[in-house]
């Protein structure tokens, strides 16, 4: 073993979670052990990790987000039982002695043919917009708030995406980073009270505010360590009554106060926000209360 | 000339290795735990290990071109930083240079995440960009104020103002402002918007292997260079009893790189709206009335 692969086989190994119903809170757990980093995309990830089993509904995103992680890659099938961080890093090891890595689930292809409509064979107008290989492109469209013409961007997030809840699926309209319209493809999977626990709410939050440090402090039950913690989070953001925004919300999280039983409709609470206002927005609400919302809205329609 | 001249890779491998250990050390100071002196060392070996992805019709010279700026510019800065009596390039100009190094790092930042071809890198590079660009103001305001009481715009001759007293002393806010400017160009903690967690790594999104370590490296390189800097505008650089000039200048570029990660890992995030307005509104005036009272100080 070359004196490169010895120190590679010591690293902390970044792994992806796709976590499955139920899972989310004994994931979340796992992935705080010293020997193992989670990584903030699939790219960074040498092993995906499956949390418990993937509804049908989700495996092709599965697939695509298993084909994201470069060579050489392993993928771990985990219950939830013991600590997956001894075979997570013997698999890492193994692939560093040769093992083979793991190969792609899907065809390296586009999800669409060409469209073959529009002046660039794109199926928009011009050069813009259309899904030329089914790939969103932007196009103009009004700005929500002050009327410009920007270029909009339609893109489907999740179930997968690190800062959504497991299985939530959305496909949000962008402008910049505006949110113009959301609607939910697919609801997050049920987690249980486990993964709606104050400390563990309050860490997703804090992990969103940069505070890596603080949020695994939080997910071990501690209080966490920082400045500016709630004062990062504007005044008034995500505010369902009055003085009831997010910022009251983590407050209530860090001091063990469990948050609102159902969330607002994800459709009505996210249009107009920046994205990072809207993911701040999204997880200061428990994943079981977004779970009730989703639930609700499909009975609604 | 010659040695001068060495020190610049020298210090930036020395810096980025010192660097990388502070980033895996610091979470202990917040609550959390932390990696020994070989942990950077190995994360390194981690990703020259890995494949380096080629994403879906990227733009590939930018690709290639945005860490190798972003380290040139890393080494420029750190080379008008004077190590003893003279800078490996001494220029009657030597902040000006260092000022377009800053500049500059806002394009080498936007062109990594603009060439993956991908939504979240592109996100992270204009909320960079937006952020940053209002982040130069007081930057600028900051090195013409340091600059004043030595009435030269050469780094060697800032550091001579400071003979009998630092420019900490002189200007603290100075400092304090400088530090923001520092977690801009390095994208960390407070100022990081170009790398988000909500934007699942930003413009590090579609980052691995051999790619992902050089724009880290690049990183780290930029912070070795802000923190000579700041060493040498605010603590005297070189200047100190007993020990050689350079041994000083490394000491105190270690002492700011320290309070620059342990800043960046403890302080919140807020959201790019809030923070643009926070710098428009707070920040430059702040700096305005900075350079304004080290002037009338200066001058009297």
Redesign the interface.
């Known amino acids: 073993m070359s004196l490169?692969?010895r120190?590679?086989g010591?690293?902390?190994?970044?792994v992806f979670a796709c976590i499955g119903p139920g899972m989310q809170a004994v994931t979340e757990h796992a992935l705080l052990s010293?020997r193992l980093r989670r990584a903030?995309?699939p790219?960074?990830a040498?092993v995906l990790l499956r949390a418990g089993a993937i509804p049908e509904r989700a495996a092709a995103a599965f697939g695509r987000v298993h084909d994201?992680l470069?060579?050489?890659r392993a993928v771990l099938r985990w219950d939830g039982q013991g600590d997956p961080a001894d075979v997570i890093t013997d698999a890492w090891v193994d692939l560093?002695n040769g093992a083979d890595s793991d190969t792609d689930r899907r065809s390296d292809e586009p999800p669409n043919p060409w469209e073959g409509k529009g002046d660039h064979g794109q199926g928009g107008e011009g050069m813009m917009g259309g899904v030329p290989y089914g790939r969103p492109m932007a196009m103009t469209g009004d700005d929500i708030r002050d009327g410009l013409q920007l270029d909009a961007?339609t893109?489907t997030v999740g179930p997968f995406?690190?800062?959504l809840p497991p299985g939530l699926t959305l496909e949000i309209t962008?402008q910049?980073?505006v949110i113009i319209s959301t609607s939910v493809t697919a609801p997050p999977f049920p987690q249980g009270d486990e993964a709606s626990a104050p400390h563990l709410c309050a860490a997703r939050l804090?992990?969103?505010?940069?505070?890596?440090?603080?949020a695994?402090?939080v997910a071990r039950g501690?209080s966490?360590?920082?400045?500016?913690?709630r004062?990062?989070?504007?005044a008034g953001?995500g505010e369902a009554a009055k003085g009831e925004d997010v910022r009251a919300r983590l407050s209530a999280w860090l001091a063990g106060q469990a948050g609102p039983y159902q969330a607002p409709r994800i459709g009505s609470m996210l249009p107009g926000l920046?994205?990072?206002?809207a993911?701040?927005v999204l997880n200061s609400y428990a994943p079981d209360a977004l779970h009730r919302a989703c639930a609700e809205e499909e009975e609604a329609a | 000339m010659i040695w001068l001249l060495l020190t610049v890779p020298v210090t930036l491998a020395v810096g980025v290795w010192l660097a990388a250990t502070f980033d895996r050390l610091?979470?202990a100071l917040?609550?959390?735990?932390a990696?020994g002196p070989?942990?950077a060392?190995?994360?390194?070996?981690?990703l020259?290990?890995?494949?380096?992805?080629r994403t879906e019709a990227p733009d590939d010279l930018n690709r290639r071109l945005a860490p190798v700026v972003y380290l040139a510019l890393a080494a420029i800065g750190l080379s008008v930083v004077p190590v003893t009596h003279a800078a490996p390039i001494e220029s009657p100009v030597g902040i000006v240079i260092w000022g377009s190094c800053e500049a500059l790092t806002i394009i080498a930042v936007f062109l990594h995440g603009w060439s993956p071809n991908a939504?979240?890198p592109l996100?992270g590079a204009?909320?960079y960009a937006a952020i940053a660009l209002p982040v130069m103001l007081p930057s600028m305001f900051v090195l013409i104020a340091a600059a004043l009481p030595a009435e030269s715009l050469s780094v060697t001759a800032i550091v001579e103002s400071q003979r009998e007293v630092w420019n900490v002393v002189r200007q603290p806010l100075g400092l304090a402002l400088f530090l923001l400017v520092g977690l801009t160009l390095t994208q960390r903690?407070?100022f990081?918007f170009a790398?988000?967690?909500?934007?699942?790594?930003g413009t590090?999104?579609?980052?691995?292997?051999a790619g992902?370590a050089l724009w880290q490296l690049a990183r780290l390189a930029m912070l070795t260079a802000f923190s000579a800097m700041a060493a040498a505008l605010f603590l005297g650089g070189p200047l100190g009893p007993g020990l050689p000039g350079p041994v000083w200048l490394w000491l105190k570029t270690a002492a700011i790189m320290a309070l620059t990660v342990l800043l960046g890992?403890?302080?919140?995030?807020?959201?790019?709206?809030?923070m643009l307005t926070l710098l428009w509104i707070v920040a430059l005036p702040v700096s305005f009335l900075h350079l304004a009272v080290s002037g009338g100080l200066a001058l009297w």
């Not at chain 1, 804090?206 to 603080?214: E, T």
């Not at chain 1, 004062?231 to 504007?234: L, Q, S, V, W």
């Not at chain 2, 917040?30 to 735990?33: F, K, N, S, Y």
């Open positions: 490169l692969d120190l590679a010591r690293a902390p190994v970044p010293p903030a995309s790219r960074e040498a994201q470069p060579h050489p560093l961007y893109a995406a690190p800062m962008l910049g980073d804090l992990r969103l505010l940069g505070l890596n440090a603080a695994a402090r501690s966490p360590r920082a400045l500016w913690t004062g990062a989070i504007p953001l920046e994205w990072h206002e993911m701040l | 610091a979470p917040w609550g959390a735990r990696g070989v942990a060392l190995r994360d390194g070996a981690l020259l290990r890995r494949q380096t992805v939504p979240f996100i204009y909320r903690g407070p990081d790398d988000g967690a909500d934007i699942a790594g590090s999104a579609e980052d691995s292997g992902r890992h403890g302080i919140a995030r807020t959201t790019p709206g809030r």
